[in-house]
């Protein structure tokens, strides 16, 4: 038999189970086990981390076939979805580096100081930057819908004068758990969002960071991990 009817027997076969979906997402590739993001102003090369750079109220940054911890390509993506989906009413970037007085982030895991220093975020005192259904900050996309994973972000303020406590983090795949608040007012970051979902069917989760309008006006998002269990 020729190999392009072996190929044509072999994506018939799968084609009903596939529920309109990419074969890529169904096929899981073997020894990805985590991928890392770092959110910076100016492009900073982490070890481990795929580095998203740009302001996101200036332009929709994006990564495609991001890596995982062992440098092995991966299928899935990120982008920072519209403009108008980031709030910020005094430097309209969301994006900054060399955050003053940050000197950890044990909450992710291989976070130096390229990671803790440099951050997106929303800021309003007003309710533009609190949550809205509509206006996700990320977009993850290219994930295996029948697969289970962990989201976790987190961010911090350092010593700016802003407040970021607390600082609302929200997921949305195949279900939406949950809000979770994180005290972004703090120098040191040990804390974060951790979250286990499903993706939705076409293998994307949303991300939302944002400020809780009355209590906070600030959300920094040093990084993410995503980690398919």
Known sequence: MGMCKFLLIVF????????????KLLLAKPGIVEVRINFTLAAVSVA??????????????????MTDINGR???WDITTVATAN?????????ATD???????????????SGVYANGYYN?????PGGYDAAL???LVSGLNP?????????GADGTYTFDANPSRYTVSGLTTPASQDVDGNVTSQSNGATFTLQPATDGTIKVWMNCVPGSSNLNMAQGMIIKQL
């Open 12 to 23: 018939l076969f799968l084609s009903p189970f596939c529920n309109g979906q990419p074969l």
């Open 48 to 65: 481990t981390y795929n580095n998203l750079s740009g302001g996101p109220k200036t332009g929709v940054r994006s990564l495609t076939n």
């Open 73 to 75: 390509a991966t299928d």
């Open 86 to 94: 980031w709030r910020d009413s005094v430097f309209n970037v969301s």
């Open 98 to 112: 060399g955050i003053a007085g940050m000197t950890a982030m044990s909450f992710l895991t291989g976070a130096t």
């Open 123 to 127: 800021y309003g005192s007003l309710s």
């Open 136 to 138: 996700h900050q990320f």
């Open 146 to 154: 029948n697969k289970t994973y962990e989201i976790k972000i987190t």
